[in-house]
């Protein structure tokens, strides 16, 4: 269950990293007091054929360890730090009026952020926000009663037990419909049910332990026994789970029902009544992702007491609104999710997690503020033509390429070509003006906000295909393909350094943002991806040779992958992470052949001692300096579609025959592979 914040619900997108709030003040004026590629940050004592991201970043990660209050600390952070204290700037300022017009942005933003800010009012109240809604699970007396429950939570933005979301038909993209996907889980994932390594089973217990605190705190009688009740249901809905890799199949998620049938799949559940109380009419087809899951809902409504469910719709409610509850409860919260399962050893500040609260949820009212005073017309336009000549160096692989037929190549073509840029913030902003929002009760208002959320993506049934609307508010740090649109999106927040930079050579901003470019570019290509066609649709546009041609040579970026250790005995998931694998390699190749089409990509002249190429790799691997803590790597492993960041910096690198040349890697160096065992797609 999930609380439901404006981001685009149920959106295939594809970006380069988990998603981090960001914005800064400073603009690029701050290159005058760094060197935006320092030397002091190289580990001379390691060989760069051995490992570059530690050649590249070691002196720097040795200087830099993990703050309390973060899993991980790199390029990332250090970017959200700069754009936390210009949203921070924006935030109290709205805040401060408290006489502003209550349709406007200004008191929208400003009173969210306010009534998130007042913890001696949130502690005051304790549970009592939540008590009208548990009192009225308590009353529910019968399946129909629960599911109508279910339904109306829903329409409140709230997620009980699977997601539902309005989007577009894959195989229709012109038309919205309905979809319905799995859930209803405590913890992050299914497979953290069954796997019976030791630091899994110890979450497993570890999580027990919280369900059964959470439960006592809420004055549930006989928590121990309620526990193990809702932890077995979970089990259960979890076995019925697609993984991870399963779901990266897209033809595997679409499954296309028309009322009737899934009511005889999921024999017990009307789905017309269910979601005519959901607030969607006249539907006659739904998609869903996992037919499975759903079927094994209907059986466990029969099999499972009516009590049980009550219980974990009530703990679920509980556990999702915890963050905004008072201390006991979000500290509560925070100890398994954060500490157990992520190594976090202490919350972030107030006013961050309020910052992201408000940037979830009314997120363009708060990026509309930010492009104001951070985003200079002139960076989109330095964008755009980045962009275009990432665009025309990968239309010219393309061409070149020697396992491709010439019909793939013109569709693949046509495909690039078509690509849907869009870059810093909305051409249209969205419209907040039916979302209410009140001064001093927090739950109240992320409430409202989930609701009105929930409204706007249901109004979209009925109505033309909005390609203008966007995926990530403007000040996040992240960018996205969405393959429905075909789109590639750069929000205005990932425009600064270490990224790009005005003051940069074109080394740095190529090896930067020009990697970032090339990979959401090459997500249109990935092994997701490239079976969408140029409008969007989930069509098969490949020849059946060229098909096999693709999968064997993604194989080789699976196997590789899969050989990387990164703790202990766990293996990087080479299936989990082969859309972001492939996307990293194409992405830094195509950036480095647009390089080379630059003034400094053909000269040779140093800057600090390094060539053009080896200050392009370089750039590359300070995006992804990290230094990440064991707990966080480890259930990153499980659920994140990316490497972890040593990985994603030295595995593309290590197919790069140009990057051998810039650094005079030789067989015998740890990162040295045979010509024929490299791997190459796009």
């Known amino acids: 269950m999930n609380i439901r914040l404006s981001l685009l619900a149920g959106m295939a997108a594809l970006s380069i990293a988990q998603p981090v709030v960001a914005g800064d003040k400073t603009g690029t004026s701050a290159a005058a007091s760094r060197k935006l590629l320092d030397p002091a940050n190289i580990d001379q004592s390691v060989k760069p054929g051995d490992n570059f991201f530690y050649y590249a970043n070691g002196a720097w990660l040795k200087k830099n360890p993990v703050p309390p209050s973060e899993t991980r600390w790199g390029s990332f952070n250090e970017l959200q730090e700069n754009n936390y204290a210009a949203l921070h700037e924006l935030l109290n300022e709205a805040s401060a009026d408290t006489k502003a017009d209550r349709s406007s942005a200004t008191w929208k933003v400003g009173a969210l952020y306010r009534s998130g800010m007042n913890e001696e009012r949130i502690n005051s109240m304790g549970l009592k926000p939540l008590q009208p809604a548990l009192e009225r699970i308590a009353a529910i007396n019968s399946k129909k009663a629960l599911l109508e429950e279910i339904a109306y939570e829903h329409t409140q933005g709230i997620s009980p037990l699977f997601s539902f979301y309005i989007a577009p038909d894959d195989k229709n993209v012109t038309v919205m419909i309905p979809q319905l996907f799995q859930g209803?889980?405590?913890?992050?994932?299914?497979?953290?049910?069954?796997?019976?390594?030791?630091?899994?089973?110890?979450?497993r217990e570890a999580y027990k332990r919280y369900l059964t605190h959470m439960l006592d705190m809420m004055?549930?009688?006989?928590?121990?026994k309620t526990a193990d009740d809702i932890f077995g249901l979970e089990m259960r809905l979890a076995e019925a789970s697609m993984t991870r890799v399963e779901m990266r199949d897209p033809y595997k998620l679409y499954n296309k029902f028309d009322l009737a049938?899934?009511?005889?799949?999921?024999?017990?559940?009307?789905?017309?009544?269910?979601?005519?109380?959901?607030?969607?009419?006249?539907?006659?087809?739904?998609?869903?992702?996992?037919?499975?899951?759903?079927?094994?809902?209907?059986?466990?409504?029969?099999?499972?007491?009516?009590?049980?469910?009550?219980?974990?719709?009530q703990f679920h409610l509980v556990n999702d609104m915890a963050p905004y509850l008072s201390n006991n409860f979000d500290q509560a919260r925070f100890?398994?999710?954060?500490?157990?399962?992520?190594?976090?050893?202490?919350?972030?500040?107030?006013?961050?997690?309020?910052?992201?609260?408000?940037?979830?949820?009314?997120?363009?009212?708060?990026?509309?503020?930010?492009?104001?005073?951070?985003?200079?017309?002139?960076?989109?336009?330095?964008?755009?033509?980045?962009?275009?000549?990432?665009?025309?160096?990968?239309?010219?692989?393309?061409?070149?390429?020697?396992?491709?037929?010439?019909?793939?190549?013109?569709?693949?073509?046509?495909?690039?070509?078509?690509?849907?840029?869009?870059?810093?913030?909305?051409?249209?902003?969205?419209?907040?003006?039916?979302?209410?929002?009140?001064?001093?009760?927090?739950?109240?208002?992320?409430?409202?906000?989930?609701?009105?959320?929930?409204?706007?993506?249901i109004s979209k049934l009925g109505r033309p295909v909005d390609r203008t609307e966007w995926g990530m508010t403007p000040p996040t740090v992240n960018a996205y393909y969405n393959p429905a649109f075909n789109e590639i999106v750069f929000p205005a927040g990932i425009l600064q350094y270490p990224f790009f930079d005005f003051s940069a050579d074109d080394a740095v901003n190529y090896g930067g943002i020009g990697a970032v470019i090339g990979h959401e570019m090459t997500h249109g290509f990935d092994d997701q991806g490239r079976q969408y066609d140029a409008d969007g649709n989930l069509k098969d546009w490949w020849t059946e040779d060229d098909a096999k041609k693709f999968t064997d040579k993604a194989d080789v970026v699976i196997k590789q992958f899969n050989s990387y250790t990164v703790l202990d005995t766990v293996h990087v998931n080479g299936e989990l992470t082969l859309g972001e694998n492939l996307a990293d390699l194409g992405g830094l190749a195509i950036a480095y052949e647009a390089f080379k089409k630059t003034a400094q990509g053909k000269g040779q002249t140093k800057i600090d001692?390094?060539?053009?190429?080896?200050?392009?790799?370089?750039?590359?691997?300070?995006?992804?300096?990290?230094?990440?803590?064991p707990e966080e790597i480890a259930a990153r492993i499980v659920t994140d579609p990316h490497s972890p960041n040593e990985w994603r910096c030295n595995g593309p690198l290590s197919n790069m025959q140009e990057f051998y040349t810039a650094f005079g890697v030789k067989p015998g160096d740890k990162m040295y592979r045979a010509a024929d065992q490299r791997a190459k797609v796009w």
Not at 278 to 304: S, W
Not at 611 to 620: A, E, G, H, N, V
């Open 184 to 203: 209803g889980l405590g913890l992050p994932d299914r497979d953290y049910y069954f796997k019976n390594d030791t630091r899994t089973q110890n979450i």
């Open 219 to 224: 004055h549930v009688a006989d928590a121990q």
């Open 261 to 313: 049938r899934l009511n005889s799949t999921t024999r017990g559940i009307d789905w017309k009544d269910m979601l005519g109380k959901m607030k969607v009419h006249d539907q006659e087809n739904v998609i869903v992702g996992q037919p499975d899951f759903f079927a094994a809902v209907a059986r466990q409504l029969n099999e499972t007491s009516l009590d049980v469910w009550k219980k974990y719709l």
């Open 335 to 457: 100890d398994f999710y954060g500490k157990t399962l992520r190594g976090q050893q202490e919350q972030k500040p107030r006013w961050k997690r309020v910052l992201s609260v408000v940037d979830g949820s009314v997120g363009e009212l708060l990026g509309q503020m930010y492009v104001a005073q951070n985003f200079k017309p002139e960076a989109k336009a330095s964008m755009l033509a980045l962009v275009n000549n990432l665009q025309q160096t990968y239309a010219d692989r393309i061409n070149r390429l020697d396992w491709m037929s010439a019909a793939t190549k013109t569709k693949a073509l046509g495909k690039l070509n078509t690509f849907m840029k869009k870059i810093g913030y909305p051409d249209k902003w969205k419209d907040y003006g039916k979302l209410e929002i009140t001064d001093g009760n927090y739950v109240a208002n992320i409430l409202a906000a989930s609701a009105f959320e929930y409204d706007f993506n």
């Open 609 to 629: 001692g390094f060539t053009p190429d080896q200050r392009f790799f370089l750039s590359w691997a300070q995006v992804w300096r990290a230094n990440t803590r």
